[in-house]
Protein backbone atom coordinates (compact mmCIF):
# COMPACT_ATOMS: atom_id res chain seq x y z
CA UNK A 1 0.00 0.00 0.00
CA UNK A 2 1.28 3.30 -1.25
CA UNK A 3 2.54 5.69 1.71
CA UNK A 4 0.03 8.20 2.35
CA UNK A 5 0.18 12.21 3.56
CA UNK A 6 -1.42 15.66 3.68
CA UNK A 7 1.69 17.14 2.01
CA UNK A 8 4.17 16.29 -0.66
CA UNK A 9 6.61 18.87 -1.50
CA UNK A 10 8.69 18.15 -4.81
CA UNK A 11 12.22 20.00 -4.06
CA UNK A 12 14.20 21.12 -1.31
CA UNK A 13 15.54 24.10 -1.79
CA UNK A 14 14.52 27.04 0.03
CA UNK A 15 10.70 27.25 -1.08
CA UNK A 16 10.54 23.38 -0.33
CA UNK A 17 12.10 23.18 2.63
CA UNK A 18 10.66 25.93 4.45
CA UNK A 19 7.39 25.11 3.08
CA UNK A 20 7.71 21.25 4.61
CA UNK A 21 8.88 23.19 7.99
CA UNK A 22 6.05 25.39 8.24
CA UNK A 23 3.65 22.93 7.21
CA UNK A 24 5.03 20.19 9.78
CA UNK A 25 4.90 23.15 12.43
CA UNK A 26 1.38 23.42 11.69
CA UNK A 27 0.45 20.09 12.43
CA UNK A 28 0.31 17.99 8.96
CA UNK A 29 2.27 14.99 8.18
CA UNK A 30 4.40 16.10 5.66
CA UNK A 31 6.67 14.36 2.96
CA UNK A 32 9.57 16.10 0.78
CA UNK A 33 11.30 14.68 -2.21
CA UNK A 34 14.63 15.51 -3.55
CA UNK A 35 16.57 13.95 -6.20
CA UNK A 36 19.64 16.61 -5.51
CA UNK A 37 21.48 17.75 -8.33
CA UNK A 38 23.91 18.19 -5.56
CA UNK A 39 24.89 15.20 -4.48
CA UNK A 40 27.29 14.65 -1.47
CA UNK A 41 30.47 12.20 -1.42
CA UNK A 42 27.99 9.68 0.72
CA UNK A 43 25.81 9.79 -2.46
CA UNK A 44 23.10 11.14 0.52
CA UNK A 45 20.90 13.68 -1.20
CA UNK A 46 22.46 17.63 -0.45
CA UNK A 47 19.02 19.74 0.58
CA UNK A 48 18.82 22.80 0.03
CA UNK A 49 18.45 23.42 -3.24
CA UNK A 50 20.20 26.06 -5.71
CA UNK A 51 20.43 28.38 -2.52
CA UNK A 52 22.85 26.31 -0.49
CA UNK A 53 24.71 24.25 -2.95
CA UNK A 54 25.22 26.20 -6.36
CA UNK A 55 23.92 30.24 -5.02
CA UNK A 56 23.50 32.33 -2.42
CA UNK A 57 25.31 30.47 0.30
CA UNK A 58 29.02 28.83 -1.20
CA UNK A 59 28.92 32.67 -3.32
CA UNK A 60 27.99 34.96 -0.43
CA UNK A 61 31.44 32.87 1.41
CA UNK A 62 33.75 33.55 -1.84
CA UNK A 63 32.72 37.31 -1.89
CA UNK A 64 33.51 37.42 2.21
CA UNK A 65 36.66 35.56 1.26
CA UNK A 66 38.03 37.61 -1.75
CA UNK A 67 36.76 40.71 0.02
CA UNK A 68 38.89 40.05 2.69
CA UNK A 69 41.66 39.80 0.53
CA UNK A 70 41.19 42.78 -1.25
CA UNK A 71 40.95 44.98 1.95
CA UNK A 72 44.22 43.36 3.19
CA UNK A 73 45.92 44.17 0.36
CA UNK A 74 45.12 47.05 -0.89
CA UNK A 75 43.49 48.85 1.95
CA UNK A 76 45.33 49.02 5.44
CA UNK A 77 47.75 51.39 4.86
CA UNK A 78 45.18 54.42 6.23
CA UNK A 79 45.06 52.56 9.38
CA UNK A 80 48.64 52.40 9.83
CA UNK A 81 48.89 48.57 8.29
CA UNK A 82 51.40 47.01 7.33
CA UNK A 83 51.68 43.35 5.18
CA UNK A 84 54.18 42.09 3.40
CA UNK A 85 53.39 38.67 1.05
CA UNK A 86 49.85 39.02 1.25
CA UNK A 87 48.61 35.69 -0.51
CA UNK A 88 45.87 33.56 -1.76
CA UNK A 89 45.58 30.22 -1.52
CA UNK A 90 42.21 29.28 -3.73
CA UNK A 91 42.04 25.92 -2.43
CA UNK A 92 41.64 26.54 1.07
CA UNK A 93 39.48 29.24 0.22
CA UNK A 94 36.86 26.88 -1.19
CA UNK A 95 37.53 24.26 1.33
CA UNK A 96 35.85 27.11 3.99
CA UNK A 97 32.87 27.69 1.42
CA UNK A 98 32.32 23.70 1.11
CA UNK A 99 32.45 23.25 4.85
CA UNK A 100 29.93 25.70 5.07
CA UNK A 101 28.07 24.64 2.49
CA UNK A 102 27.85 21.21 4.11
CA UNK A 103 27.11 22.64 7.68
CA UNK A 104 24.21 24.27 6.30
CA UNK A 105 22.77 21.54 4.31
CA UNK A 106 22.95 18.73 6.86
CA UNK A 107 21.81 21.61 9.29
CA UNK A 108 18.05 21.10 7.11
CA UNK A 109 18.70 17.33 7.51
CA UNK A 110 18.48 18.13 11.48
CA UNK A 111 15.48 20.47 10.66
CA UNK A 112 13.66 17.35 8.91
CA UNK A 113 14.41 14.67 11.68
CA UNK A 114 13.61 17.82 14.19
CA UNK A 115 9.90 18.20 12.66
CA UNK A 116 9.63 14.81 11.63
CA UNK A 117 9.50 15.27 7.70
CA UNK A 118 9.92 12.32 5.59
CA UNK A 119 12.09 12.49 3.12
CA UNK A 120 12.07 11.04 -0.04
CA UNK A 121 15.08 10.41 -2.04
CA UNK A 122 14.15 10.71 -5.75
CA UNK A 123 12.59 12.64 -8.36
CA UNK A 124 9.11 13.26 -7.70
CA UNK A 125 6.80 13.50 -10.86
CA UNK A 126 2.70 13.08 -11.22
CA UNK A 127 0.91 9.63 -11.97
CA UNK A 128 -2.86 11.35 -11.99
CA UNK A 129 -5.18 11.91 -8.91
CA UNK A 130 -7.31 9.61 -7.09
CA UNK A 131 -10.58 9.71 -4.31
CA UNK A 132 -7.24 9.20 -1.85
CA UNK A 133 -5.39 12.13 -3.00
CA UNK A 134 -2.68 13.09 -5.78
CA UNK A 135 -0.07 9.92 -6.83
CA UNK A 136 3.56 10.93 -7.12
CA UNK A 137 6.07 8.45 -8.45
CA UNK A 138 8.80 9.02 -5.98
CA UNK A 139 12.32 7.62 -8.98
CA UNK A 140 15.12 6.69 -7.26
CA UNK A 141 18.92 7.07 -8.53
CA UNK A 142 18.71 3.06 -9.35
CA UNK A 143 15.29 3.80 -11.31
CA UNK A 144 13.37 1.87 -8.15
CA UNK A 145 10.11 3.90 -8.37
CA UNK A 146 7.90 4.20 -5.40
CA UNK A 147 4.27 6.08 -5.58
CA UNK A 148 3.39 7.91 -2.66
CA UNK A 149 -0.18 9.64 -1.92
CA UNK A 150 -0.34 13.37 -0.62
CA UNK A 151 -4.34 15.60 -0.37
CA UNK A 152 -1.33 18.67 -1.63
CA UNK A 153 1.13 19.15 -3.15
CA UNK A 154 3.49 21.64 -3.54
CA UNK A 155 5.58 22.37 -6.20
CA UNK A 156 9.15 23.81 -5.52
CA UNK A 157 11.67 22.47 -8.00
CA UNK A 158 13.84 25.70 -8.93
CA UNK A 159 15.77 26.84 -12.03
CA UNK A 160 18.74 25.92 -13.65
CA UNK A 161 21.04 28.21 -15.77
CA UNK A 162 19.82 29.60 -18.91
CA UNK A 163 22.84 28.75 -21.41
CA UNK A 164 23.36 30.81 -25.36
CA UNK A 165 22.18 28.34 -27.88
CA UNK A 166 25.76 28.05 -29.41
CA UNK A 167 27.81 28.03 -26.41
CA UNK A 168 28.81 24.58 -25.07
CA UNK A 169 29.46 25.05 -21.17
CA UNK A 170 31.47 22.52 -19.98
CA UNK A 171 31.94 23.77 -16.20
CA UNK A 172 35.34 24.06 -16.54
CA UNK A 173 36.68 26.59 -19.40
CA UNK A 174 32.86 28.13 -20.32
CA UNK A 175 31.01 27.88 -17.10
CA UNK A 176 27.60 28.56 -15.58
CA UNK A 177 27.11 29.22 -11.94
CA UNK A 178 27.94 25.68 -11.15
CA UNK A 179 31.61 26.07 -12.42
CA UNK A 180 31.73 29.58 -11.96
CA UNK A 181 32.17 29.16 -7.83
CA UNK A 182 34.77 25.80 -7.98
CA UNK A 183 37.91 27.64 -10.29
CA UNK A 184 41.16 26.61 -8.47
CA UNK A 185 42.84 29.03 -9.39
CA UNK A 186 42.09 32.83 -10.03
CA UNK A 187 42.02 32.97 -14.19
CA UNK A 188 44.12 35.92 -15.07
CA UNK A 189 41.57 37.10 -17.54
CA UNK A 190 38.27 36.25 -16.95
CA UNK A 191 35.31 36.99 -19.45
CA UNK A 192 31.38 37.17 -18.02
CA UNK A 193 28.49 37.17 -20.29
CA UNK A 194 25.91 39.20 -18.75
CA UNK A 195 25.66 42.19 -16.43
CA UNK A 196 23.24 40.89 -13.97
CA UNK A 197 23.57 40.07 -10.57
CA UNK A 198 25.88 36.68 -11.13
CA UNK A 199 28.11 38.15 -13.73
CA UNK A 200 28.58 41.17 -11.20
CA UNK A 201 28.70 39.60 -8.11
CA UNK A 202 31.19 36.39 -9.41
CA UNK A 203 33.08 38.86 -11.60
CA UNK A 204 33.98 40.51 -8.69
CA UNK A 205 35.09 37.49 -6.61
CA UNK A 206 37.63 36.79 -9.46
CA UNK A 207 38.29 40.37 -10.29
CA UNK A 208 39.48 41.06 -6.48
CA UNK A 209 41.37 38.33 -6.48
CA UNK A 210 43.44 39.18 -9.32
CA UNK A 211 41.29 38.51 -12.71
CA UNK A 212 41.36 41.10 -15.81
CA UNK A 213 37.65 40.64 -15.67
CA UNK A 214 36.01 41.76 -19.15
CA UNK A 215 31.88 41.33 -18.56
CA UNK A 216 29.74 41.29 -21.80
CA UNK A 217 25.98 42.52 -21.51
CA UNK A 218 23.76 42.68 -24.60
CA UNK A 219 21.67 45.41 -23.26
CA UNK A 220 22.64 49.45 -23.52
CA UNK A 221 22.01 50.27 -20.04
CA UNK A 222 23.82 49.01 -17.12
CA UNK A 223 21.65 47.33 -14.20
CA UNK A 224 18.08 48.39 -15.76
CA UNK A 225 16.25 46.73 -12.62
CA UNK A 226 18.11 49.18 -10.12
CA UNK A 227 16.88 52.98 -9.50
CA UNK A 228 19.19 54.84 -12.18
CA UNK A 229 21.13 57.16 -9.46
CA UNK A 230 22.05 53.85 -8.39
CA UNK A 231 23.15 52.21 -11.50
CA UNK A 232 24.87 55.19 -12.64
CA UNK A 233 27.25 55.18 -9.33
CA UNK A 234 27.90 51.11 -9.40
CA UNK A 235 29.08 51.98 -12.88
CA UNK A 236 31.52 54.48 -12.14
CA UNK A 237 32.71 52.58 -8.79
CA UNK A 238 32.97 49.33 -10.87
CA UNK A 239 34.79 51.22 -13.67
CA UNK A 240 37.31 52.39 -10.96
CA UNK A 241 38.04 49.14 -9.47
CA UNK A 242 39.26 47.49 -12.87
CA UNK A 243 35.87 46.15 -13.76
CA UNK A 244 35.55 46.06 -17.20
CA UNK A 245 32.05 46.38 -18.96
CA UNK A 246 30.65 46.49 -22.12
CA UNK A 247 27.29 47.27 -22.82
CA UNK A 248 24.51 46.90 -26.41
CA UNK A 249 27.57 43.80 -27.52
CA UNK A 250 26.24 41.06 -29.30
CA UNK A 251 27.95 37.58 -28.73
CA UNK A 252 29.19 35.63 -31.48
CA UNK A 253 31.16 32.18 -31.14
CA UNK A 254 32.20 31.06 -27.95
CA UNK A 255 35.65 28.86 -28.67
CA UNK A 256 37.51 26.52 -26.87
CA UNK A 257 41.48 26.89 -27.89
CA UNK A 258 44.85 25.61 -26.01
CA UNK A 259 45.34 28.77 -23.68
CA UNK A 260 41.90 28.92 -22.95
CA UNK A 261 38.57 30.31 -24.59
CA UNK A 262 37.79 32.80 -27.97
CA UNK A 263 35.01 34.87 -27.83
CA UNK A 264 33.96 36.96 -31.03
CA UNK A 265 31.12 39.97 -30.17
CA UNK A 266 30.08 42.81 -31.83
CA UNK A 267 29.93 46.12 -29.85
CA UNK A 268 27.67 48.82 -29.78
CA UNK A 269 28.72 50.61 -32.78
CA UNK A 270 28.81 47.26 -35.13
CA UNK A 271 32.40 46.15 -34.54
CA UNK A 272 33.94 43.25 -34.31
CA UNK A 273 35.72 41.99 -31.64
CA UNK A 274 37.67 38.89 -30.23
CA UNK A 275 38.04 38.47 -26.25
CA UNK A 276 40.34 35.99 -25.42
CA UNK A 277 40.36 34.41 -21.43
CA UNK A 278 41.32 31.81 -19.67
CA UNK A 279 37.71 31.31 -18.52
CA UNK A 280 34.40 32.07 -19.26
CA UNK A 281 31.22 32.44 -17.84
CA UNK A 282 27.74 32.52 -18.87
CA UNK A 283 25.36 34.09 -16.46
CA UNK A 284 22.48 35.51 -18.65
CA UNK A 285 19.54 34.52 -16.57
CA UNK A 286 17.69 31.48 -15.15
CA UNK A 287 14.85 28.64 -16.74
CA UNK A 288 12.55 27.18 -14.70
CA UNK A 289 13.07 23.78 -13.81
CA UNK A 290 9.55 21.79 -14.86
CA UNK A 291 11.01 18.73 -17.64
CA UNK A 292 9.75 15.34 -16.10
CA UNK A 293 7.28 16.42 -13.72
CA UNK A 294 4.28 15.01 -16.01
CA UNK A 295 2.49 18.47 -15.09
CA UNK A 296 0.15 16.89 -17.66
CA UNK A 297 -1.18 13.81 -15.42
CA UNK A 298 -2.77 16.43 -13.65
CA UNK A 299 -3.96 18.53 -16.46
CA UNK A 300 -1.82 21.24 -15.92
CA UNK A 301 0.98 22.97 -18.52
CA UNK A 302 3.64 25.53 -18.39
CA UNK A 303 3.21 29.16 -20.22
CA UNK A 304 5.52 30.07 -22.89
CA UNK A 305 8.37 31.19 -20.31
CA UNK A 306 8.26 27.78 -18.89
CA UNK A 307 7.27 28.96 -15.88
CA UNK A 308 4.17 27.03 -13.76
CA UNK A 309 1.00 29.66 -13.63
CA UNK A 310 -0.09 30.24 -10.27
CA UNK A 311 -2.59 32.83 -8.82
CA UNK A 312 -1.60 35.39 -5.96
CA UNK A 313 -1.59 32.45 -3.68
CA UNK A 314 0.53 30.30 -5.47
CA UNK A 315 -2.37 28.12 -6.52
CA UNK A 316 -2.16 26.27 -10.17
CA UNK A 317 -5.35 25.11 -12.04
CA UNK A 318 -4.98 21.94 -10.46
CA UNK A 319 -7.09 21.79 -7.22
CA UNK A 320 -4.61 21.12 -3.91
CA UNK A 321 -1.61 21.66 -5.96
CA UNK A 322 0.55 24.98 -5.41
CA UNK A 323 3.79 25.95 -6.89
CA UNK A 324 5.86 28.68 -5.43
CA UNK A 325 9.80 29.86 -5.65
CA UNK A 326 11.83 30.22 -8.89
CA UNK A 327 9.47 27.35 -10.72
CA UNK A 328 6.62 30.17 -10.63
CA UNK A 329 6.48 34.12 -11.58
CA UNK A 330 7.89 36.95 -9.78
CA UNK A 331 11.43 37.29 -8.61
CA UNK A 332 14.17 34.08 -8.74
CA UNK A 333 14.91 35.09 -4.96
CA UNK A 334 15.91 32.85 -2.13
CA UNK A 335 13.55 34.73 0.27
CA UNK A 336 10.78 35.17 -1.75
CA UNK A 337 10.98 30.88 -2.18
CA UNK A 338 10.51 31.10 1.25
CA UNK A 339 7.98 33.21 1.99
CA UNK A 340 6.16 31.47 -0.78
CA UNK A 341 6.57 28.26 1.09
CA UNK A 342 5.45 29.98 4.33
CA UNK A 343 2.39 31.55 2.68
CA UNK A 344 1.02 27.79 1.23
CA UNK A 345 1.39 26.08 4.09
CA UNK A 346 -0.71 28.76 6.42
CA UNK A 347 -3.10 28.75 3.13
CA UNK A 348 -3.75 25.22 3.40
CA UNK A 349 -3.93 25.56 7.13
CA UNK A 350 -7.11 27.59 6.89
CA UNK A 351 -5.16 31.07 7.35
CA UNK A 352 -5.17 33.93 5.37
CA UNK A 353 -1.76 34.85 4.97
CA UNK A 354 -0.59 37.82 2.41
CA UNK A 355 2.76 38.58 0.70
CA UNK A 356 3.58 42.18 -0.89
CA UNK A 357 6.18 41.49 -3.72
CA UNK A 358 6.28 45.47 -3.48
CA UNK A 359 8.30 45.36 -0.35
CA UNK A 360 10.68 42.50 -1.24
CA UNK A 361 13.92 43.30 -0.60
CA UNK A 362 16.77 42.92 -3.80
CA UNK A 363 20.25 42.49 -2.90
CA UNK A 364 23.28 42.28 -5.13
CA UNK A 365 26.72 41.78 -3.50
CA UNK A 366 28.94 43.68 -4.70
CA UNK A 367 31.48 46.34 -3.45
CA UNK A 368 30.03 48.63 -2.37
CA UNK A 369 26.51 46.33 -2.12
CA UNK A 370 23.31 47.43 -3.76
CA UNK A 371 20.15 47.00 -2.27
CA UNK A 372 16.72 48.27 -3.00
CA UNK A 373 13.16 47.79 -2.09
CA UNK A 374 9.64 49.40 -3.52
CA UNK A 375 9.64 51.83 -6.67
CA UNK A 376 12.81 52.97 -8.62
CA UNK A 377 12.62 57.14 -9.67
CA UNK A 378 12.43 55.59 -13.46
CA UNK A 379 9.37 53.69 -12.45
CA UNK A 380 7.41 56.39 -10.63
CA UNK A 381 8.37 59.06 -13.57
CA UNK A 382 6.52 56.21 -15.87
CA UNK A 383 3.69 55.64 -13.23
CA UNK A 384 2.98 59.46 -13.19
CA UNK A 385 3.38 59.43 -9.48
CA UNK A 386 3.60 62.69 -7.31
CA UNK A 387 7.02 61.88 -5.79
CA UNK A 388 9.57 63.35 -3.61
CA UNK A 389 13.64 62.31 -3.18
CA UNK A 390 15.91 62.52 -0.13
CA UNK A 391 19.53 61.43 -1.23
CA UNK A 392 22.31 61.08 1.69
CA UNK A 393 25.85 60.06 1.07
CA UNK A 394 28.05 57.58 3.62
CA UNK A 395 30.53 59.85 3.42
CA UNK A 396 29.09 62.12 5.47
CA UNK A 397 28.47 59.40 8.55
CA UNK A 398 31.17 59.12 11.07
CA UNK A 399 30.70 55.55 11.02
CA UNK A 400 31.32 54.71 7.42
CA UNK A 401 34.59 56.70 7.58
CA UNK A 402 35.64 54.93 10.37
CA UNK A 403 34.84 52.19 8.50
CA UNK A 404 36.76 53.24 5.52
CA UNK A 405 33.78 52.15 3.75
CA UNK A 406 32.61 55.51 2.78
CA UNK A 407 31.31 55.27 -0.90
CA UNK A 408 28.01 55.33 -1.91
CA UNK A 409 24.16 56.94 -0.67
CA UNK A 410 21.05 55.66 0.34
CA UNK A 411 18.08 57.07 -1.46
CA UNK A 412 14.75 57.43 -0.49
CA UNK A 413 11.36 58.19 -2.45
CA UNK A 414 8.41 59.52 -0.57
CA UNK A 415 4.75 60.07 -2.15
CA UNK A 416 4.61 64.00 -2.42
CA UNK A 417 1.40 64.65 -0.69
CA UNK A 418 0.89 61.26 1.77
CA UNK A 419 4.29 60.69 2.69
CA UNK A 420 4.33 57.57 2.13
CA UNK A 421 7.57 55.64 1.76
CA UNK A 422 7.88 54.42 -2.02
CA UNK A 423 11.12 52.50 -2.37
CA UNK A 424 14.45 53.23 -0.51
CA UNK A 425 17.97 52.25 -2.67
CA UNK A 426 21.18 52.06 -0.90
CA UNK A 427 24.36 51.66 -2.79
CA UNK A 428 27.42 51.56 0.08
CA UNK A 429 28.22 49.26 2.82
CA UNK A 430 26.11 46.84 4.81
CA UNK A 431 23.07 47.58 2.03
CA UNK A 432 22.36 44.36 2.89
CA UNK A 433 21.41 44.67 6.01
CA UNK A 434 20.47 48.49 6.21
CA UNK A 435 17.48 47.59 3.48
CA UNK A 436 15.75 45.44 6.26
CA UNK A 437 14.64 48.73 7.93
CA UNK A 438 13.57 49.78 4.89
CA UNK A 439 11.43 46.67 3.88
CA UNK A 440 10.20 46.55 7.52
CA UNK A 441 8.98 50.14 7.00
CA UNK A 442 6.97 49.47 4.02
CA UNK A 443 5.19 46.71 5.38
CA UNK A 444 3.76 49.05 7.55
CA UNK A 445 3.01 51.39 4.90
CA UNK A 446 5.31 54.03 6.98
CA UNK A 447 5.86 57.54 5.83
CA UNK A 448 9.35 58.88 5.44
CA UNK A 449 8.63 61.09 8.36
CA UNK A 450 8.47 57.96 10.61
CA UNK A 451 11.73 56.89 9.92
CA UNK A 452 12.84 60.48 10.48
CA UNK A 453 11.32 60.80 14.11
CA UNK A 454 13.04 56.79 14.81
CA UNK A 455 16.09 57.24 17.10
CA UNK A 456 19.45 55.53 15.42
CA UNK A 457 22.31 54.21 17.32
CA UNK A 458 25.24 56.40 16.71
CA UNK A 459 27.83 56.36 15.17
CA UNK A 460 26.03 53.88 12.39
CA UNK A 461 25.91 52.89 9.31
CA UNK A 462 21.74 52.98 10.04
CA UNK A 463 22.13 56.82 10.20
CA UNK A 464 22.47 57.18 6.85
CA UNK A 465 18.53 55.81 6.38
CA UNK A 466 17.22 58.34 8.84
CA UNK A 467 19.13 61.30 6.86
CA UNK A 468 17.66 60.26 3.56
CA UNK A 469 14.50 60.24 5.52
CA UNK A 470 15.18 63.44 6.38
CA UNK A 471 15.97 64.83 3.62
CA UNK A 472 13.08 64.34 1.88
CA UNK A 473 12.36 67.30 3.73
CA UNK A 474 15.30 69.15 3.03
CA UNK A 475 16.63 68.54 6.79
CA UNK A 476 19.01 66.23 6.72
CA UNK A 477 21.63 66.91 9.93
CA UNK A 478 24.73 66.53 8.69
CA UNK A 479 24.71 68.10 5.04
P1 LIG B 1 15.97 25.72 -5.86
O1 LIG B 1 16.84 26.33 -4.82
O2 LIG B 1 16.48 25.68 -7.24
O3 LIG B 1 15.63 24.25 -5.33
C1 LIG B 1 14.88 23.37 -6.09
C2 LIG B 1 15.20 21.97 -5.62
O4 LIG B 1 14.30 21.07 -6.24
C3 LIG B 1 16.61 21.50 -6.01
O5 LIG B 1 17.25 20.96 -4.88
C4 LIG B 1 16.37 20.41 -7.08
O6 LIG B 1 17.35 19.40 -7.02
C5 LIG B 1 15.00 19.89 -6.64
N1 LIG B 1 14.20 19.29 -7.71
C6 LIG B 1 13.97 19.76 -8.96
N2 LIG B 1 13.12 18.94 -9.62
C7 LIG B 1 12.79 17.93 -8.75
C8 LIG B 1 11.94 16.80 -8.84
N3 LIG B 1 11.24 16.53 -9.94
N4 LIG B 1 11.87 15.97 -7.76
C9 LIG B 1 12.58 16.22 -6.61
N5 LIG B 1 13.38 17.31 -6.49
C10 LIG B 1 13.49 18.15 -7.54
N6 LIG B 1 18.89 34.50 -4.11
C11 LIG B 1 18.91 35.35 -3.07
O7 LIG B 1 17.84 35.69 -2.54
N7 LIG B 1 20.08 35.85 -2.58
C12 LIG B 1 21.26 35.53 -3.12
O8 LIG B 1 22.29 36.01 -2.65
C13 LIG B 1 21.28 34.64 -4.22
N8 LIG B 1 22.44 34.29 -4.79
C14 LIG B 1 22.44 33.42 -5.84
C15 LIG B 1 23.65 33.09 -6.43
C16 LIG B 1 23.68 32.23 -7.52
C17 LIG B 1 25.00 31.88 -8.15
C18 LIG B 1 22.47 31.67 -8.00
C19 LIG B 1 22.49 30.72 -9.16
C20 LIG B 1 21.26 32.00 -7.42
C21 LIG B 1 21.24 32.88 -6.34
N9 LIG B 1 20.04 33.26 -5.73
C22 LIG B 1 20.05 34.13 -4.69
C23 LIG B 1 18.76 32.73 -6.19
C24 LIG B 1 18.31 31.57 -5.28
O9 LIG B 1 19.31 30.59 -5.24
C25 LIG B 1 17.01 31.00 -5.81
O10 LIG B 1 16.06 32.02 -5.98
C26 LIG B 1 16.46 29.98 -4.83
O11 LIG B 1 17.37 28.93 -4.63
C27 LIG B 1 15.13 29.42 -5.35
O12 LIG B 1 14.65 28.49 -4.45
P2 LIG B 1 13.69 27.29 -4.92
O13 LIG B 1 13.40 26.51 -3.68
O14 LIG B 1 12.56 27.85 -5.69
O15 LIG B 1 14.54 26.44 -5.94
P1 LIG C 1 20.10 38.21 -14.45
O1 LIG C 1 18.75 38.17 -15.03
O2 LIG C 1 20.34 38.93 -13.17
O3 LIG C 1 21.11 38.86 -15.51
C1 LIG C 1 21.31 38.33 -16.78
C2 LIG C 1 21.97 39.39 -17.63
O4 LIG C 1 22.40 38.78 -18.82
C3 LIG C 1 21.02 40.52 -17.99
O5 LIG C 1 21.65 41.76 -17.76
C4 LIG C 1 20.74 40.28 -19.46
O6 LIG C 1 20.45 41.46 -20.17
C5 LIG C 1 22.05 39.64 -19.90
N1 LIG C 1 21.94 38.81 -21.10
C6 LIG C 1 20.93 37.97 -21.43
N2 LIG C 1 21.21 37.36 -22.62
C7 LIG C 1 22.42 37.83 -23.01
C8 LIG C 1 23.24 37.57 -24.13
N3 LIG C 1 22.89 36.71 -25.09
N4 LIG C 1 24.41 38.23 -24.24
C9 LIG C 1 24.80 39.10 -23.27
N5 LIG C 1 24.06 39.40 -22.19
C10 LIG C 1 22.88 38.75 -22.05
O7 LIG C 1 20.57 36.69 -14.37
P2 LIG C 1 21.79 36.00 -13.65
O8 LIG C 1 22.86 36.97 -13.32
O9 LIG C 1 22.10 34.81 -14.47
O10 LIG C 1 21.13 35.53 -12.29
C11 LIG C 1 19.98 34.68 -12.31
C12 LIG C 1 19.10 34.97 -11.15
O11 LIG C 1 19.70 34.48 -9.96
C13 LIG C 1 18.88 36.44 -10.91
O12 LIG C 1 17.79 36.90 -11.65
C14 LIG C 1 18.59 36.51 -9.47
O13 LIG C 1 17.22 36.37 -9.29
C15 LIG C 1 19.30 35.30 -8.89
N6 LIG C 1 20.49 35.76 -8.15
C16 LIG C 1 20.29 36.55 -7.07
C17 LIG C 1 21.36 37.04 -6.36
C18 LIG C 1 21.11 37.94 -5.22
O14 LIG C 1 19.97 38.04 -4.79
N7 LIG C 1 22.13 38.61 -4.69
C19 LIG C 1 22.74 36.69 -6.72
C20 LIG C 1 22.83 35.87 -7.92
C21 LIG C 1 21.73 35.42 -8.57
Not at 291 to 319: M, W, Y
Amino acid sequence: MSKQFDILVIGAGPGGYIASIRAAQLGFSVACCEFSAYDDPSGEPRLGGTCLNAGCIPLKALVASSEVFEKVSHHLEDHGITVSDVSMDVARMQKRKEDIVTKMTSGIQFLFRKNKITLLKGRGSFAGRTDAGYRIIITGKDGEEEEVLAQKVIIATGSKARHIPNIQVDNVTICDNEGALKFTEAPKKLGVIGAGVIGLEVGSVWRRLGAEVTVLEVMPSFLGAADESVSREASKLFLKQGLQIRLGVRIGQAIITDKGVSIAYTDDQGSEHTLECDKLIVSVGRIPNTEKLNLEAVGLQTDERGFIPVNDHCATSAPGVYAIGDVVRGPMLAHKAEDEGVLVAELIAGQKPHLDYNSMPWVIYTTPEIAWVGKTEQQLRAEGRDYKTGQFPFAANGRALGLGDSEGFVKMLADAKTDEILGVHIIGASASDLIAEAALAMEFRASSEDIARTCHPHPSLSEVVREAALAIEKRALNM
